[in-house]
Nanobody, 118 residues
Framework: QVHLVESGGDLVQPGGSLRLSCAASGSIGSLYAVDWYRQAPGKARELVARITKNEAIIYTDSAKGRFTIFRSNANNTVYLQMDKLKPEDTAVYYC????????????WGQGTQVTVSS
């Protein structure tokens, strides 16, 4: 079973950048998809970005043009590069994965806090 752990959250200023990491205990390239979610205070958890085994990529509209998801098979890590950060990006960020299209997600971790504020 591949387990994923997110890290890299921090306090950053508006317009700044941050790179989040999603590290796998096994081969991250074997997963059908690795997804980044976020949950802001008082809001539901939402999908931010997805990268599939064949490198199909999806972004939520608010992330397009600012966020980049990419994978390093050598490091067994999926990254979320976040640029031009806005206060509304403030949330707890989570990564999770699926072994196939219709498979369940694994267990949700504690997440990593991203705070965008001056």
């Amino acid at each position: 079973q591949v387990h994923l752990v997110e890290s890299g959250g921090d306090l950053v200023q508006p317009g700044g950048s941050l790179r989040l990491s999603c590290a796998a205990s096994g081969s991250i390239g074997s997963l059908y998809a690795v997804d980044w979610y976020r949950q802001a205070p008082g809001k539901a958890r939402e999908l931010v970005a997805r990268i599939t085994k064949n490198e199909a990529i999806i972004y939520t509209d608010s992330a397009k043009g600012r966020f980049t998801i990419f994978r390093s098979n050598a490091n067994n890590t999926v990254y979320l590069q976040m640029d031009k950060l806005k206060p509304e990006d403030t949330a707890v960020y989570y990564c999770n994965g699926k072994s196939c299209y219709d498979c369940d997600y694994g267990r949700w971790g504690q997440g990593t806090q991203v705070t965008v504020s001056s």
